[in-house]
Each structure stands twice: as structure tokens, then as C-alpha cells.
């Protein structure tokens, strides 16, 4: 295991060079790099006080291990012999968490997000499971102690929504959302059927980190703004004045629309952070696909077509296809009690990046 104690000492050499950085002038006048390494002292910390525990454990059992070869006190060496059994029942539950800390952590992680939906195949029914789906998340995230922002939305022609975004703040927001990117499908008796046949619909969802100025620089001369009336619910400001904001990133040809907001100026500011986040995550999914050959993860294929998850009704039931994963509480799972199955997806996806260590 000095394999693990070269890695933390290099971890543990990294913490104090970093601790010195943050408190040279130099540093501390540059914003960005002073958050940036704040952060990962942060990071570094908890990994330091584990290396120091087990630097300890095995400097105690080495000295056990010494005193039992030199000691002919039948009760010193039977102490030293009940410390090495308790110092090596300790030594592989503590090896176990620190493999877990090592697993290598996705720097957008930590971020906010920005959560896409909208209705695929089903036409009406689609619609109406966009709606459930929104209010699904928006449950979880109360529960979570999230802010949300509705950026745009677009109704459906009955009821639902045929597309809605919103920007989500918080802690460690993208790490828990991430893998809820991908083609969600619902199978049920819709309310516009009338013979009472089982149907399935689909819809999108897409979660992107959002991106801030020092993670990707937008040049706006790249942007064509354009201003409409907003459309749909919203009070007796909506039609009356040109709120509503579209972009459109003429190298790329991505458009955003933002009306959500009550005036321009704040459309404008979610519009960009929108635009930014997706050119954001573009440029994340070159890299990622660019590392496919290498890694192919079992979770996050960045597929964003790939069917990821069924939630029947007949048999209330949800499946997560990914890790064949199936929850019968449907019921609770739509009123935002949907951690179990995010924790089981986020440790098939650590199993796998151990296994890729290994």
C-alpha cells in the first residue's frame, strides 16, 4: 500500500503549495486564480486530514509490529498483538475511502445547472408529462434546498409544456443532475384517451453546467440579438412590451430565446448565460467524446437520444435502463423523492472509474 501513501504525500505536498499561494499578494489580486485555488484547497483538505490518519494508522501498526518482535512480556505482547488485530481490521475500511476520494472528481461538478425539457413522441400526452416531469424536479429541488429560475417556456396545445428550461443554484448541483440527460419515457393511459389503452410518450431532458465568463468567453460579436413580444401566462406586462429576448450564435447557428423575465435586461442576462452554457457544454462533449476510445462509461455515454428511463404507470414502476434499476414508487418518485435512484447512478458511475484505476 505505498502506492496509496505516494499518492497522498504528493496530494499532501500540492495542500501546503496551495496553502502558500492563497496568501501571496500577487495572487489575491487576481480573482479568478485566487477562486480557483481557494477551491481546490478546499478539495485538498479533506484528503490531507485522511493522509495524516492513515500515516498514523500504519506508523502505530509498523511500532506494534517492531515492539512484538523485541518484547518478551507475555502481557506487553499480547497488547501489541490486540493493537496490530485492531490496526489491521482499520487499515482496508480506511483504503477503501480513500480509493473513493481519489476517484477523479469532474471539475463541473460543483456548478450550477441549466435543465432542458421537452416533449418528444406523443404529441399532447408528451406535453402533459413535460409538466409532470417539471414538477417532479421542482419538488426535489425544495426538497434539496435548490433555487430554480423558469428562463422560457412554451405551452402545449392542451395542457403541458412543449418545451421548458430553468436555471438551477445551489450546491453541487450538475454532480447530482448530470446523469438525468437523455430521452425519459412514460407509459400510461393518457387523459385524452378515451378507450383506455396503455400509451408511450417521450420527452428530452438535458442538463448543462453553467458556465461562467471564466469557463468559456462569448464574443458578442458572434450573437445577432433579436426582441419579440413574450407570449403565454405571465401578468399584464406579457404582449405589451418587446421583453422577450432571442440569440441567435451565428458560427454555430444554436438559438436561445429567454421571456420568462419580467424585462429585457434580465432576458438578455439569462439569455447569455443559457448560450454560453450550451457552446459550454459543446466543447465538453468534444473532449468527452475525444476520451471515448479510451473510457466508455456505462452511465454517461453522452447520448443524448439514448432511452434512459421508463416510468410505467400500469405497474407503478420506474426503470432506469443504465443500471436496470427499477423503483416501485412511482407515485413518490413524481412528487420528488427520486434521490434513491440518482445515488444508485452516481455510484455505478465511481465503480466504474475505480475499476478504470485499477
Not at 1 to 11: C, Q, R, T, V, Y
Not at 45 to 73: H, M, P, R, V, W
Not at 111 to 128: M, P, Q, S, V, Y
Amino acid at each position: 500500500m505505498s502506492d496509496f501513501l505516494s499518492k497522498l504525500e504528493a496530494i499532501h505536498f500540492r495542500f501546503v503549495e496551495v496553502g502558500k499561494m492563497i496568501t501571496d499578494p500577487d495572487i489575491i489580486s487576481n480573482m479568478d486564480r485566487f477562486v480557483k485555488l481557494n477551491k481546490e484547497y478546499r478539495e485538498l483538505e479533506e484528503l490531507d486530514t485522511i493522509y495524516k490518519s492513515y500515516k498514523n494508522l500504519l506508523g502505530n501498526l509498523q511500532s506494534a509490529k517492531d515492539l512484538l518482535e523485541i518484547e518478551i512480556d507475555p502481557e506487553m505482547r499480547e497488547m501489541a498483538k490486540s493493537e496490530i488485530d485492531e490496526l489491521e481490521y482499520q487499515r482496508p475500511i480506511m483504503e477503501d475511502e480513500i480509493k473513493m476520494m481519489l476517484i477523479p472528481k469532474d471539475p463541473e461538478d460543483d456548478k450550477n445547472a441549466i435543465l432542458e425539457l421537452r416533449a418528444g413522441t406523443g404529441g399532447d400526452e408528451a406535453c402533459i408529462f413535460v409538466e409532470d416531469i417539471f414538477r417532479m424536479y421542482t419538488m426535489y429541488f425544495k426538497e434539496m434546498g435548490w433555487q430554480y429560475d423558469v428562463l422560457n417556456s412554451s405551452e402545449g396545445t392542451v395542457k403541458g409544456f412543449k418545451e421548458i428550461s430553468m436555471e438551477i443554484s445551489g450546491s453541487g448541483i450538475y454532480g447530482m443532475l448530470k446523469f438525468e440527460s437523455g430521452v425519459h419515457r412514460v407509459q400510461r393511459v393518457p387523459e385524452t384517451e378515451s378507450q383506455g389503452r396503455v400509451h408511450t410518450s417521450a420527452i428530452t431532458v438535458a442538463v448543462l453546467p453553467e458556465a461562467e465568463e471564466i469557463d468559456f468567453e462569448l464574443d458578442m460579436n458572434d450573437v445577432r440579438k433579436d426582441t419579440f413580444r413574450a407570449s403565454g401566462a405571465g401578468g399584464q406586462h406579457i404582449n405589451k412590451t418587446e421583453s422577450a429576448i432571442r440569440l441567435t450564435h451565428i458560427p454555430s447557428g444554436l438559438v436561445v430565446e429567454c421571456q420568462d423575465g419580467r424585462s429585457q435586461h434580465k432576458n438578455l442576462e439569462k439569455a447569455i448565460s443559457v448560450l454560453r452554457s450550451r457552446l459550454y457544454q459543446q466543447e465538453l462533449d468534444r473532449i468527452h467524446n475525444a476520451r471515448a476510445a479510451q473510457r466508455k462509461t456505462l452511465v454517461s455515454t453522452g447520448d443524448r437520444s439514448a432511452k434512459i428511463r421508463t416510468y410505467n404507470y400500469p405497474q407503478g414502476r420506474i426503470t432506469d435502463h443504465r443500471i436496470n434499476k427499477t423503483i416501485y414508487n412511482l407515485g413518490s418518485f413524481m412528487n420528488g423523492d427520486v434521490q434513491e435512484m440518482i445515488d444508485a447512478l452516481k455510484m455505478a458511475e465511481n465503480a466504474e472509474k475505480l475499476k478504470g484505476q485499477l
